[in-house]
Structure formats: structure tokens, C-alpha cells
């Protein structure tokens, strides 16, 4: 099973990205998927989640401008992002809670986002 992140960049504060996350391999199910960031010098952080019905969860410091989605039917998960700002500056990594013969805990290698002010 691996997860690959895709979309990161260098954007100005105010601009948007859209960062997507590709499930592949042998797998009987996908279950939540998630985002999370680390700054430099900092401990990464979960950032959104969204169920397997699709349920949503934000950390408080991107509610409103970032918006976590996925379509089941492709293994993906993605992360809109407005509104961008210096501080959400960070390496962004993907994580999956995926069932082969037992439910993992799956992490792609992670996509830098830089936000210039």
C-alpha cells in the first residue's frame, strides 16, 4: 500500500493550493483519511480529517479556508486551501487508516507548502 501527495508549491499569502493524495495497492478498504503538517522546529500536526461517510474535522487554525474532501471511488483525498498564509507554511503529509488483512495506519512522504508574505 502506498500513499503519494501531489500540489504543493510556493504561492503568496492570500493565494490557494490544492494538494491530492493517491491510494495504491492491494486493499480490501480505505477508512479515515487525513492531513497533517510539520513546520520546521515544530511537531506535526493534524490539520483536517474526513470519515469514510464524509464527515469533516478541522484543527481551528484552518476552519474556514481549507477544506478536506475525498472521492471513494478513486482512492483519493484532497485539501483545498485558501486564503493561504505565511504560518500555514509546512511539509503536508496524508495519512490513511487502510484495511489489507488488518486496519494500518499508511503516510505518504509528504509535500512542502511555502507560503511567501
Known amino acids: 500500500v502506498q500513499l503519494v501527495e501531489s500540489g504543493g508549491g510556493l504561492v503568496q499569502a492570500g493565494g490557494s493550493l490544492r494538494l491530492s493524495c493517491a491510494a495504491s495497492?492491494?486493499?480490501?478498504?480505505?477508512?479515515?483519511m487525513q492531513w497533517y503538517r510539520q513546520a520546521p522546529g515544530k511537531q506535526r500536526e493534524l490539520v483536517a480529517a474526513v470519515t469514510t461517510g464524509g464527515s469533516t474535522n478541522y484543527a481551528d487554525s484552518v476552519k474556514g479556508r481549507f477544506t478536506i474532501s475525498r472521492d471513494n471511488a478513486k482512492n483519493m483525498v484532497y485539501l483545498q486551501m485558501n486564503s493561504l498564509k505565511p504560518e500555514d507554511t509546512a511539509v503536508y503529509y496524508c495519512r490513511a487508516l487502510i484495511v489489507t488483512t488488518y486496519q494500518g495506519s499508511y503516510w505518504g512522504q509528504g509535500t512542502q507548502v511555502t507560503v511567501s508574505s
Open positions: 495497492g492491494s486493499f480490501v478498504r480505505i477508512n479515515d
